[in-house]
């Protein structure tokens, strides 16, 4: 299983950007998917995520900006990001919890970098 993140990138304040993260290979199912992100010299955190059930969850510092959205058919789950600020600079990870041929686990992506001018 792999997923592959794209669509970061360098941006005003201001700015959108929309990511996303598909998931390929062998899957049999998935749950939940999130938006992590690590600025240099901090711990990954969480962004957003959606549950198996459709549910979202939001970090206060992008609640009202940043919008979460999965595409169950094509694996991918989506980012959008809107009104971004120089704070939001990081490079952002997405997770699937999905079940392969022989388990359940936690599936990231590759990380995308995300750059917010002032």
């Known amino acids: 299983v792999q997923l592959q993140a794209s669509g970061g990138g360098l941006v005003r304040a201001g700015g959108s950007l929309r990511l996303s993260c598909a998931a390929s290979?062998?899957?049999?199912?998935?749950?939940?998917m999130g938006w992590y992100r690590q600025a240099p010299g901090q711990q990954r955190e969480l962004v957003a995520d959606?549950?198996?059930?459709?549910?979202?969850h939001y970090a206060d510092s992008v609640r009202g900006r940043f919008t979460i959205s999965r595409d169950t058919t094509e694996n991918t789950v989506y980012l959008q990001m809107n009104s971004l600020k120089p704070e939001d600079t990081a490079v952002y990870y997405c997770?699937?919890?999905?079940?392969?041929?022989?388990?359940?686990?936690?599936?990231w992506g590759q990380g995308t970098q995300v750059t917010v001018s002032s």
């Open positions: 959606i549950s198996g059930g459709g549910g979202t």
């Open positions: 997770n699937q919890n999905l079940r392969t041929r022989s388990r359940w686990g936690d599936f």
């Open positions: 290979g062998s899957i049999f199912a998935i749950n939940s």
